[in-house]
């Protein structure tokens, strides 16, 4: 077994030769040294987890037995576990022992810096043995061994096409800007009878990413539902439900644990983790393999999830935040209630276009249409925001709810707006920097890390939360931020409005605001 993979089980026809498969294991052990930490200068004598890898990758052969099996490896594991020694040792393999004629063998990265690392562990691994060194000429960015070589390449795609690739190892995919450099590569290989793609990657946050497209496929691939016998799927992560604190969770993600990655240093890092919610998503990233909703995770969930004993507004004063989408995409209404214990109550109100939702579900993954069901999300009809049905809805609401202000963006006010503020409702221009997002953005914050944000527990709302990230400025103002954040927030950046209103009701110590029309803040 791989990981929860058995090659033997999705074999077909293809056979396993051990021989292949220990030619390819002694040639790490026989001919490469590690040339970094504790065990540099030592012989590379693979663990049993990188030995069932290499045999299976070269052991393994298409029926007639001449062939390898695998054409592409995708090997997803968190740093510290040796993945640039194994993919320079795989590198070097394919330039001196597969017997590829005119081999070229191309280490790629989103940068040229991220790319050279591999290239230049496996330089330092020709320097350190003779026999490799006397039949090959390295260079700064090249290894040549007669008319085969390996060299580095990075991102920028448009300037490799010609090229007659035998063997590409992808450093860090996840990193990769767009899919043009996977594509471009990926292309290059027709020409060869037997070429191999590995893809060697900690866990990153874009699901929309190339890298989580091929992660993708590689869960199904190792999970039975997609057959594919020429694709070795290896990853290594913890469950999403795994304690991150746990060190038997550090030890199911991380097979190199005691070996390239002590205890005691994810024993600090956890801790670290634990304290600081914006290092969480790090921490399980790079030491975990998790997948995360955003580079650095913003509100703890696990604090979020803590807030109980919501309080339906009744006739309560409260103030809303409205975030109006562009065109396709999701509007979010929330309104935000103070109660006299110091909690906030909100409520949230969503809309997105029937067609979109559709389209977002079957691209993102994301329960759309079950929340619609369950009338958590409101649809409106087509593929484009319908302003009058939202407004008609919001008319309805403010009947039912007794609201004092809603804020909205003053760089999208629409003709919605001013039609709600001629049916009497108290509209507030909202701009979106810092100066008027920071305080009540850090007020958010700390209503949750306190337990005093309640939200009724609305999975949509709990989705959102999950999602943000936010930016700041040398100041230490901070604001969520949709640009860096990979799935809808506008929930929560309503959320950040109403409260900065009803905050500043509080500090004003009104309750009702007698002043109709439009409101600059």
């Known amino acids: 077994m791989i990981a929860g993979y058995d090659p033997k089980e999705t074999a077909g026809d293809c056979i396993f030769k051990q021989e292949d498969a220990d030619r390819a294991i002694g040639f790490f052990r026989d001919c490469l040294t590690h040339v970094k930490g504790e065990l540099s200068g030592q012989a590379f004598t693979l663990e049993k987890w990188q030995e069932d890898i290499i045999g299976a990758m070269f052991g393994w052969k298409t029926p007639d037995g001449k062939l390898r099996r695998y054409k592409t490896m995708y090997v997803e594991i968190p740093r510290k576990n040796g993945k640039s020694t194994l993919s320079a040792g795989i590198a070097l393999y394919m330039l001196f022992a597969d017997g590829e004629a005119g081999a070229e063998i191309y280490s790629c990265a989103a940068e040229r810096e991220q790319a050279s690392i591999v290239f230049d562990v496996a330089a330092q691994m020709v320097a350190n043995e003779p026999i490799l060194r006397s039949n090959s000429k390295t260079f700064r960015k090249a290894i040549a061994k007669g008319a085969s070589s390996y060299k580095v390449l990075s991102a920028d795609a448009y300037t490799k096409h010609g090229l007659n690739a035998s063997c590409i190892i992808f450093d860090e995919l996840h990193a990769q800007p767009n899919r043009d450099l996977w594509d471009v590569m990926a292309t290059s290989t027709g020409a060869r009878t037997q070429p191999l793609t590995v893809a060697i990657t900690t866990a990153g946050y874009d699901k929309n990413s190339i890298c989580y497209e091929v992660r993708d496929y590689a869960q199904k691939v190792r999970d039975g539902i997609i057959k594919d016998e020429s694709f070795l799927p290896v990853i290594y992560s913890a469950d999403l439900k795994d304690d991150f604190k746990c060190p038997k969770t550090w030890a199911k993600a991380n097979p190199c644990l005691g070996v390239s990655i002590r205890q005691d240093y994810l ?223 506008d929930g929560i950046v309503a959320t950040v409005m109403g409260l900065a209103r009803a905050g500043a009701a509080l500090e004003d110590g009104q309750s009702v605001y007698e002043d109709k029309g439009f409101t600059i803040i």
């Open 267 to 489: 024993e600090r890092e956890a801790m670290k983790a634990a304290e600081l919610p914006s290092y969480e998503n790090t921490f399980r990233r790079l030491h975990l393999n998790q997948w995360t909703e955003q580079d650095i995770r913003w509100l703890p969930m696990d604090r979020w999830d803590e807030a109980e004993g919501f309080k339906e507004f009744e006739n309560r004063p409260c103030y809303a935040g409205l975030d109006l989408a562009s065109t396709t995409d999701i509007t979010a209404l929330v309104l935000v209630c103070p109660d006299e214990d110091g909690c906030f109550d909100v409520k949230p109100f969503f809309w997105i276009p029937s067609e979109n939702a559709i389209r977002r579900e079957r691209k993102d993954k994301v329960p759309y249409t079950t929340w619609i069901k369950q009338d958590y999300i409101k649809v409106t009809e087509g593929d484009v925001v319908d302003y009058d049905q939202i407004r008609i809805d919001i008319l309805e609401i403010s009947e039912k709810y007794n609201i004092k202000e809603i804020a909205v963006d003053r760089w999208n006010a629409t003709q919605i707006v001013t039609q709600l503020d001629g049916e009497g409702l108290n509209m507030v221009m909202f701009g979106q920097g810092y100066r008027s997002m920071s305080a009540p953005s850090k007020h958010l914050e700390a209503l949750v890390m306190s337990r005093k944000l309640r939200h009724g527990d609305n999975p949509v709302m709990n989705w959102m939360a999950s999602n943000v990230s936010i930016e700041s400025d040398p100041a230490a103002n901070i604001k969520p931020s949709k640009r860096k954040s990979t799935e809808k927030i």
